[in-house]
């Protein structure tokens, strides 16, 4: 499964249309990292100095550091993983393993991008609210896409296979920003949400 970046420009970073989103956030050919709690616990995530706590359901902001051997922590449990330069994971963490996923770079000025991760148990289809179009899937569970979208306003909902539907909060999307929908399957049943992800600004 090959799972896109979601970003967006940081507040402080100046708008410039020579440079990726990437770019702009970190150092040079820096390995950016994040973290998906698909728990139905807080975890506390650490990675060299960075430091995250994660809701249920939560993505992370994006983290980054130089290319190479690193140790994560998630509620005290060691993890190994070697970054390349200038990649991108998505790590989902179920309580016992981090599953790793490839992510690729998005620095595009001209559309917004809208990436659906559907963590849920059944298929799941991004749809406008009423109906009409099928924007993203149906995706299998534990499966992914994307699509590139002009900037505008829109209201959206998520349809399970099962013909639940989750509507999400209707959102204004932005050219040169990623936006995502995450399906997570809590204890309480499938959940849905549309937010704009960040690379982390600063280390504490």
Known sequence: MILTVLLSLPGWAAQDANEGLYEMAAPPNSAFIRVINVTDEQVALAMDDWRQSLSPGQAGD?????????QLQVNGKQFAFDFAKRSVQTLVFDG???????????????????????????PATLQTSNGAVNVIGPLPAGSSDE??????????????????EL?????????????????TQGSGGSQARLEETHVATATP
């Open 62 to 70: 994006y983290l980054y550091r130089p290319g190479g051997a690193a």
């Open 167 to 183: 509507p999400l909060e209707e959102v204004v999307l932005q050219r040169g920003r990623v936006y995502t929908v995450l399906v």
């Open 147 to 164: 699509r590139q979208i002009n900037g505008v306003k829109v209201s959206l909902k998520v349809v399970l296979d099962s013909g639940v």
């Open 96 to 122: 016992t393993s981090l599953v790793p996923h490839q992510d690729t770079y998005f620095s595009s000025r001209l559309k917004a991008l809208l990436v659906m991760y559907n963590l849920s148990t059944q």
